[in-house]
């Protein structure tokens, strides 16, 4: 049963994406008309198609609207040799998986192989469509990846709000992959890493001897990504100042270098993400209105692991494929007793700590099979006799627990948890503000 079908009349075609898929270790094989593919895919279903916009006697959309219906379980990618964006919006509008054009850029093509029947092969069962390693079968997230994929075709803003390590920045890369802009930068500014006395440079650059310490010209985030994507990560952390600076930058198509009296024109897409709820931080003045709203064309929220527990055998599986040859183990399993014992953890740090533990594992096993004792994690992440408490109440107990058990030492506790500290101040906070809530007195 071939991996990959090629559906186009140009033979040089099919030859090329052909010999692309088996390179990388893909079985391969043509079809030269569309009423041509339905019958070998009736016969030999194939897991990816490449079907071209233009085929005789039926076109790429009609067959891809066909495979929908009889073989729903196949991706299909449509191809054409004079693409537009109206096009490639309307082929994913369709459900089509991805959309290229010609000449081919092979880097893409054994992306789109890589990303679709990388993540088939996971041993993730029938986990639902995923983005970039983005494995779920939760609805919420399944409805966020559908979204991602329909905006990634256009050029507004996207704001991403999750917790850390949710994969936010996953899905930024992602939508930048499927945007127009694929082939020029991508950038990405952590906000919260850089101090704010630099964050104006950062992104809007400085001529040289613009203050103490400029001995040189340099490009900001905004110049680098020109004519492509710059994302914003944790920009609730940008002070009000660089704040009003990006409005000004978003609204006009412009920036000035710090130094440079004369403004320089940018065109950039923007995608944010932030882990604040940044409704609160606007009623608490932290940040602007406007610039919300500039920011906030599209939003996009990744919950939090506890609240999809039915993702972590999925995503259990597939960081084991992701990562057994690296640690050059012979594991290819995890026993459905470890499995039950990974649901039942509340996961403070989301799926990048649910990756590291499961990472750590790999290494602590001898055999072929995960067991709940290669899990060796900290004696407070064994979670609660049953009872009526919540994910959310789970993961507090668990965070205080640890805090109290170090001292009060956020960094520690942080380490212990394989979460970030980052993380930790966020739960800190939001504990503090539900304390002060339930200790106000009611109003009559």
């Given at each position: ?12 075609v099919?030859q ?7 390179q ?18 009736s ?65 893409r093509?054994a ?18 469509p ?7 079968v ?7 990846i559908e ?5 990634a ?5 996207v ?17 930048h ?6 082939d020029?930068?991508?950038v ?33 985030k905004?110049q ?10 944790e ?19 412009e ?5 440079l ?6 065109d950039?897409?923007?995608l944010?993400?932030t ?6 931080e ?6 602007r209105q406007d ?31 992701k ?9 290819r399993e995890i026993s459905?007793?470890?499995?039950r014992h ?10 990048r ?21 290669h899990?060796h994690?900290d ?7 049953p009872?009526n408490h ?12 640890t805090l ?11 380490e ?19 304390a002060?809530?339930?200790?106000a007195?009611s109003?009559?």
């Amino acid at each position: 049963m071939p991996d990959v079908l090629v559906v186009d009349d140009d033979p040089p075609v099919c030859q090329t994406v052909v010999s692309i898929a088996r390179q990388h270790g893909y079985e391969a094989t043509a079809a030269a008309s569309g009423n041509q593919a339905l019958a070998q895919l009736s016969c030999a279903p194939s897991r990816l198609v490449f079907a071209d916009m233009r085929l005789p006697g039926m076109s790429g959309l009609d067959l891809l609207r066909q495979v929908s219906v009889r073989h729903p379980q196949v991706r299909v990618v449509l191809i054409s040799g004079n693409g537009s964006i109206g096009m490639a919006v309307q082929a994913m509008q369709e459900g089509a998986e991805d959309f290229l054009t010609k000449p081919f850029d092979i880097a893409r093509v054994a992306e789109v192989l890589e990303r679709v029947l990388g993540a088939a092969g996971s041993g993730a069962g029938n986990a639902g469509p995923s983005l970039a390693g983005i494995v779920t079968v939760h609805p919420r997230m399944l409805a966020v990846i559908e979204t991602a994929a329909r905006v990634a075709q256009s050029s507004v803003a996207v704001l991403i709000e999750g917790e850390s390590g949710t994969g936010k920045e996953l899905l930024a890369r992602e939508i930048h992959l499927r945007s127009p802009r694929r082939d020029k930068p991508y950038v990405a500014l952590n906000c919260a890493a850089v101090p704010e006395s630099l964050l104006e440079s950062e992104l809007f650059g400085h001529e040289r001897g613009a203050f103490t310490g400029a001995t040189a010209r340099r490009m900001g985030k905004f110049q680098v990504a020109h004519q492509g994507t710059l994302l914003l990560d944790e920009v609730s952390e940008a002070s009000l100042q660089v704040q009003a600076k990006l409005l000004r930058t978003l609204q006009e198509g412009e920036l000035n270098p710090i130094g440079l009296d004369r403004p320089v024109r940018v065109d950039v897409r923007i995608l944010a993400t932030t882990n604040r709820c940044l409704g609160e931080e606007l009623q608490a003045g932290r940040f602007r209105q406007d610039l919300f709203f500039r920011l906030n064309v599209v939003s996009l929220h990744l919950p939090p692991l506890r609240d999809r527990p039915e993702d972590i055998p999925h995503l259990a599986h597939h960081f084991v494929d992701k990562h057994r040859a690296a640690c050059g183990v012979l594991v290819r399993e995890i026993s459905e007793a470890a499995l039950r014992h990974l649901t039942s953890w509340p996961w403070p740090g989301n799926v990048r700590q649910l990756e590291n533990c499961i990472q750590r594992a790999l290494l602590l096993c001898p055999g072929r099979m995960l067991q709940p004792s290669h899990f060796h994690v900290d004696p407070v992440l064994v979670p609660s006799p049953p009872g009526n408490h919540t994910r959310a109440e789970m993961e507090r107990r668990l965070i205080l627990a640890t805090l109290e058990r170090v001292g009060g030492n956020q960094a520690r506790a942080a380490e212990a948890l394989e979460i970030s500290a980052r993380t930790i101040r966020n739960r800190l906070r939001q504990y503090r503000q539900e304390a002060g809530l339930r200790a106000a007195p009611s109003r009559a």
